[in-house]
């Protein structure tokens, strides 16, 4: 694993620097629209908007790498994420700010596209699933830190948007000053949704469920912190806590995944992260048992993204994968554009504690149609037979989720290879 990040280092620097950008902005935004006094609705809009611009990059980013290039699709994103962060509090309006979130989401999304497709490019057969690794990690540890920088800062001024601008602009010196321009590639067309249901009802329906689970994480919390009251630096610590269980818990869940049926994995893990969020949502004003809840969404929510993939991937056939990884990427952002709203609506209804009342009802549900499928149809491949199960985020663009399927058929191939051996 050393070789590889001594060869990639520049390209996870950079991506290092752009997740802290991009996690400062999404929970600053949450915390400074209370200080302006939004409405838990208006926010809710707000944080949707970042998943309508992020699904329409991940479809049209590789047709502008196709025309003009990764260096200059890559320099031409990032400057405009760089504008708009600094923009935020120059144009205090809920229209600016949705603006703003859907043309970053947009931007950061084809930021992915083309440092994945570098990435993909380096990479070789022996050490593609350390790449993708070291890649979650760099992600993940951004996200983490930025929360740090914000439980410093203050969020009533300017600087604490200067500097994720910053930090963006600069990410992209080390990663187009040391990778070279690779060939342009052409999109996956998504299965027909029809089709993918058909194939794996469960994995789609849980992909959806997932999406709004993910979409509040990512934004929401920040929203639910402000609104009942807890400082900056607890808010920060809240959001910290949700990724470092989500990456804690990516290889235990996955270690689960390859030795027993992933059905009964899939129950488990989707009642365990509903539960967690019951937890929070009867904490109260106990700091502790929220952090605790909130641990347990984290460390569920996110590992089932890569469960659901690998779970479908048990019945598909290897021509078939990354077009059913496009179309789960589609299902997925769809959730993820209804889940803000959705859980706004609910707040403003019944009160701040429903954030988590909604979560806890996601993960329940997709808990619950687990049982329903393995009820209805007894499982029918065997669990040496199921397809190794690989780490990958639900912020993913559709190049990782790639890279994830050619680990997937390369590992079975090679376990076939020795069968047969």
């Known amino acids: 694993m050393v070789k590889v990040f001594v060869a990639s280092w520049a390209l996870f620097l950079g991506m290092f620097m752009l997740m802290v950008g991009n996690g400062l902005q999404g929970t600053l935004l949450g915390v400074r629209g209370g200080v302006e006094e939004f409405s838990t609705f208006e926010m809710s809009i707000v944080m949707s908007a970042y998943f309508v611009g992020f699904l329409g990059g991940s479809r049209l980013a590789p047709e502008m790498i196709r025309r003009v290039g990764h260096v200059r699709v890559f320099a031409a994103l990032g400057s405009t994420i760089s504008a708009i962060l600094i923009l935020y509090p120059v144009l205090v309006e809920v229209w600016a700010w949705t603006l703003g979130r859907i043309i970053i989401g947009f931007c950061f999304s084809g930021v992915y596209v ?19 690794s070291l ?23 300017f600087v604490l948007f200067i500097v994720p601008s910053v930090l963006v602009s600069l990410a992209f010196a080390p990663i187009l000053l040391s990778v070279q321009p690779t060939p342009a590639f052409d999109a996956t067309k998504p299965m027909r949704l029809r089709n993918l249901i058909e194939t794996s009802p469960l994995a789609s329906v849980g992909m959806f469920l997932l999406g709004g689970v993910f979409a509040a994480q990512f934004g929401m919390v920040a929203v639910y912190g402000t609104a009942v009251g807890l400082t900056v630096a607890q808010i920060s610590l809240l959001v910290s806590v949700i990724y470092i269980a989500a990456l804690a818990a990516q290889y235990p869940i996955g270690w689960l995944s390859d030795r027993m049926d992933r059905r009964w994995l899939i129950i488990f893990v989707a009642s365990l992260g509903g539960g967690g969020a019951l937890l929070a949502a009867l904490s109260g004003n106990a700091f ?15 590992p089932l993204y890569a469960l659901y993939i690998a779970y479908a991937n048990d019945f598909l ?7 059913a990884s496009a179309g789960f ?29 909604v979560v806890a009802v996601l993960m329940l549900a997709m808990a619950g149609y687990g049982l329903l499928r393995t009820l209805q149809r007894p499982s029918d491949t065997a669990v040496e037979d199921q397809v190794s199960y690989t780490p990958v985020m639900a912020s993913a663009s559709p190049v990782a989720v790639d890279m994830a399927q050619e680990i997937y058929i390369e590992t079975e191939i090679e376990d076939r290879q020795s069968e047969e051996a």
């Open 114 to 132: 083309t440092a994945e497709s570098w990435l993909n490019n380096s990479a070789t057969n022996e050490n593609r699933g350390q790449s993708l």
């Open 135 to 157: 890649y979650m990690l760099a992600q993940m540890s951004g996200i983490v830190v930025a929360q740090g920088i914000l439980s410093i800062g203050d969020v009533e001024g």
């Open 288 to 302: 502790v048992p929220l952090l605790v809840g909130a641990a347990l969404v984290g460390g569920t929510s996110n």
């Open 317 to 323: 056939e290897h021509e078939e994968m990354p077009a």
């Open 329 to 357: 990427i589609f299902i997925n952002g769809v959730g993820a554009i209804m889940g803000p709203i959705l859980i706004g609506w609910v707040m403003g209804v019944f009160g701040e504690f429903a954030f988590w009342v």
